[in-house]
């Protein structure tokens, strides 16, 4: 585990290898592709928006986890200015909803979340944080605050909530804007005004299998009930600034099939060609999950790919 100056030159090695570490990471998602004979139960369909954002679909039901297309820019985050919810792009690529899950309230997890329930009627689920963001858009009557492993009925889905804790961020001494979100007012949600609050791992049974998103490295693993989940869908952003992350969740989890997310560039814009995110590595990502688990299959997708069961 490194410590923070080891943080720090592991960032300025990948700074001075980055036309490198890019290529490698982009032949690895090439070769981890996900198989033309792997396949969802019939009538379940699986699509990654990028970040840690999914849609799920199934009998005529569709959720969304951590759903994110505004895209802010890394100078605007920098910069904190306020950047607001794109309607034109979440009716761009959120076609319908029944229900937004939300594992975090980071921007990149929460910030269309309330769009998305303005322009479809959805109900969201999520924490406290959650329920705050959704008073300030004037919509607290779509808000569900969740309990921890209480089972979530949503049509044909059953969701529970389960307590976790965000990867620390700030060299490994700190979560990025921790806390609760407080502000008071829309006009002054910066990006960093998107406090993380409670994090949740979500564990999702739905046509048979056990689906269970994890859009932050970090966990709690005497909070995990689930065993042998059929497919884990992995964030992998911030992983090594948690100790042994990779062998400790598959180790929990029991996974049969690995999907890896938060890999990619989520400052760019979201129709713009995909890149890497700053010093992820898929590629040391793939070695680390065959080194924890040798039988268990990394299944990755192209931001907007859907498979359909």
């Known amino acids: 585990m490194l410590g923070p100056l080891g943080h720090v030159g592991a960032g300025l090695a990948y700074l001075a290898t980055q036309g490198r570490r890019q290529a490698s990471d982009a032949v690895t998602a090439t070769q981890l592709a996900w198989p033309s004979d792997t396949h969802l139960p019939p009538g379940l369909s699986l699509k990654w ?13 569709v959720v969304w986890i951590d759903p994110y297309v505004t895209r802010v820019p890394l100078a605007d ?3 904190r200015r306020v950047v607001p919810s794109s309607a034109a792009e979440v009716a761009k ?7 937004v899950l939300v594992g975090h309230t980071h921007f990149d997890h929460a910030m269309d979340v309330p769009t998305i329930a303005r322009a479809t009627g959805a109900m969201t689920y999520g924490s406290a944080s959650l329920a705050t963001l959704m008073r300030l858009h004037g919509l607290a009557a779509q808000a569900t605050v969740v309990e921890a492993h209480r089972s979530y009925e949503i049509g044909p889905f059953r969701v529970r909530f389960v307590p976790s804790v965000h990867s620390k961020l700030v060299l ?8 609760e979100l407080t502000c008071e007012h829309v006009e002054d949600l910066t990006p960093s005004a998107y406090r993380c609050g409670q994090v949740w ?8 299998i056990t689906l269970y998103h994890q859009g932050s ?3 709690l693993e005497d909070e995990i009930r689930d065993r042998h989940v059929d497919v884990f869908l992995c964030g992998i952003a911030g992983r090594r600034f948690t100790p042994r992350y990779i062998e400790r969740i ?6 049969a099939m690995i999907v890896p997310t938060h890999y990619d560039d989520f400052f760019r814009p979201y129709d713009a060609p995909s890149r890497m995110s700053f010093n992820v590595n898929l ?6 999950v065959h080194r924890a688990t040798r039988e268990v299959p990394i299944c990755a997708l192209t931001v907007g790919q859907e498979i359909r069961g």
């Open 172 to 179: 490994g001494l700190a979560i990025q804007d921790a806390g």
């Open 201 to 208: 791992g979500l564990a999702i049974e739905v046509a048979g």
């Open 93 to 99: 690529h959120v076609d319908r909803a029944d229900a």
């Open 217 to 219: 490295a970090d966990l």
């Open 283 to 288: 590629t040391g990502f793939a070695e680390e």
């Open 49 to 61: 928006l990028g970040t840690a954002g999914f849609r799920l679909a199934y009998q005529g039901v």
């Open 77 to 79: 985050v920098l910069l």
């Open 250 to 255: 598959c180790a929990a989890l029991g996974p």
